[in-house]
């Protein structure tokens, strides 16, 4: 009767932590990852191959570059996506950061618009309201309205550092995220506004920046200005769960690349 009641009670033992270890690798094999919006093709099409491939779910919020940092930072995302460096500051507070691709920015004007090029510098004093009418830079006689992202935004960030209009910009509109923003311009013959190369459909028309085309070529090989580096932020002080590891080899291997390039980013690794 010991003997049985004994067997019993390992019985269960065992059973409880099959549950349990069942369990724990449910929760294990969902990686989640959270920030720039202007990373959602890129990171969506990673997450389809990826989970076709291991069977592991990627789940994607899109929720801003500076909100996936801190997502990453307080632990509520395994990696944080953001469409600009980190900061020095971010670093110090026990983020890591790798970048995955470079993104052009594209200036984007509606089909209608007849201007085809600007220079870095006419972008700037458009944006900090020098430049005022399409007139000035070949354009028809009408009134430029500045689309933007809000503050926050990496690609914003991004804008406003390379333009050097950073706290300048005059802008109508202040939009939470890149398909706003495109949606925005193309309904608006005087708009003017910036987004992630990688979403640029047709739209929009991308103008050419000192007379070079936004273009993965022009982008790898810096003529492009307008452009910055897709980051994945992680804690520095602890490690990533193995599925989530095994994401963020796949997505930095040579093996992610074409799925990169398709996806419109230029892929580093």
């Given at each position: 009767m010991k003997r049985t009641f004994m067997m019993l009670l390992a019985a269960i033992f065992v059973s409880a932590s099959v549950f349990a270890g069942g369990a724990k690798e449910e929760v294990s094999s969902v990686v989640s990852t959270d920030g720039s919006t202007s990373m959602e093709k890129v990171i969506l099409s990673l997450a389809e191959v990826f989970e076709e491939e291991e069977g592991i779910t990627v789940t994607y919020n899109p929720t801003g570059s500076g909100s996936g940092i801190t997502a990453a930072m307080e632990g509520?995302?395994?990696?944080?996506?953001?469409?600009?460096?980190?900061?020095?500051?971010?670093?110090?507070?026990?983020?890591?950061?790798?970048?995955?691709?470079?993104d052009g920015i594209a200036m984007i004007v509606n089909n209608g618009n007849p201007v085809s090029d600007l220079t870095l510098d006419q972008i700037a004093a458009i944006y900090t309201g020098e430049i005022t009418n399409w007139s000035e830079v070949g354009g028809g006689d009408a009134a430029i309205v500045l689309i933007g992202r809000e503050a926050g935004s990496g690609t914003r960030d991004g804008f406003e550092s390379i333009s050097g209009t950073a706290e300048k910009c005059m802008y109508n509109q202040e939009l939470t995220s890149t398909g706003a923003v495109i949606t925005a311009v193309a309904s608006n013959p005087n708009a003017i506004g910036y987004a992630s190369l990688a979403?640029?459909?047709?739209?929009?028309?991308?103008?050419?920046?000192?007379?070079v085309e936004a273009s993965e070529e022009?982008?790898?090989?810096?003529?492009?200005?307008?452009?910055?580096?897709?980051?994945?932020?992680?804690?520095?002080?602890?490690?990533?769960?193995?599925?989530?590891?095994?994401?963020?080899?796949?997505?930095?291997?040579?093996?992610?690349?074409?799925v990169i390039l398709e996806a419109g980013a230029v892929p580093l690794h």
């Open positions: 509520r995302a395994d990696i944080g996506l953001s469409s600009r460096a980190l900061k020095q500051a971010e670093k110090d507070a026990g983020l890591t950061e790798t970048v995955l691709a470079l979403s640029v459909e047709d739209n929009v028309k991308a103008l050419k920046v000192n007379g022009t982008v790898k090989d810096g003529s492009y200005v307008v452009q910055r580096p897709f980051v994945l932020a992680t804690r520095t002080d602890k490690a990533l769960s193995s599925a989530a590891q095994e994401f963020y080899d796949y997505i930095t291997s040579p093996d992610a690349s074409q």
